[in-house]
């Protein structure tokens, strides 16, 4: 038999070839995924729906992000083109004591002409999956099929699956940006897989 030695090396090599395997397969998934994500990014696919749903961004003392501005802005834009005759804005506090990204994404819309009565708040959500969660909540509970997603192009194929996963029709359509390119585009493309690959096995982000 093999003395402690040699096995102690066997096993540190078997131990070293799964680790390869592992990242391999690993790396190959996160790819794969980050490739869809880049794809999903650059189509719009908007058409007639029962809501639009604007994910949320930073917001400062009432006011929006640009980002959060950019989002609104565009789905005012479908709203207007009546692609839907309701929109729902998400985001919670995010630290903020008196505003939710969500409510003043309210206040930005029926400034710009929104009915208050075709908008509504998802104010809760701290993190994509609990946002998608509430909103996929709120269009059960209204008898909602179907929906425009409005956000940043990276952020849609990881927010359309989750809505997917609730039974819901999901549409994409990313807010006006420059195109991404070089190694922040790779970077932002790969964190979102990272997060999707997450989420699929039960881990919140």
């Not at 869809?36 to 696919?45: F, G, N, T, Y």
């Not at 917001?59 to 789905?75: C, I």
Request: charged letters at 20%; aromatic letters at 8%.
């Amino acid at each position: 038999m093999p003395d402690a030695r040699v096995m102690k090396r066997i096993l540190a090599v078997a131990a070293l070839l799964v680790f390869a395997a592992a990242a391999f397969i690993v790396g190959n998934y996160l790819r794969r995924v980050a490739a869809a994500i880049e794809r999903q990014s650059k189509v719009d696919e908007a058409r007639p729906a029962d809501s639009i749903v604007v994910l949320g961004a930073a917001e400062y003392r009432g006011r929006p992000s640009p980002v959060l501005e950019a989002r609104l802005d565009h789905a005012l834009f479908l709203y207007l083109r009546h692609m839907a005759p309701l929109i729902i804005t998400t985001g919670g506090a995010g630290g903020d004591p008196v505003f939710t990204e969500g409510a003043v994404g309210r206040a930005y819309l029926t400034s710009h002409g929104v009915r208050p009565e075709d908008i509504v708040v998802e104010s809760e959500g701290d993190t994509t999956v609990h946002s998608t969660a509430a909103v996929a909540e709120i269009m059960r509970r209204m008898n909602l099929k179907s929906c425009i997603v409005v956000s940043d192009g990276y952020h849609i194929y990881r927010v359309k699956k989750m809505l997917e996963h609730r039974g819901l029709s999901v549409y994409g359509s990313p807010r006006p940006s420059p195109s991404l390119e070089g190694w922040r585009a790779h970077w932002l493309y790969l964190r979102q897989a990272v997060g999707y690959g997450l989420w699929r096995v039960g881990i919140p982000v």
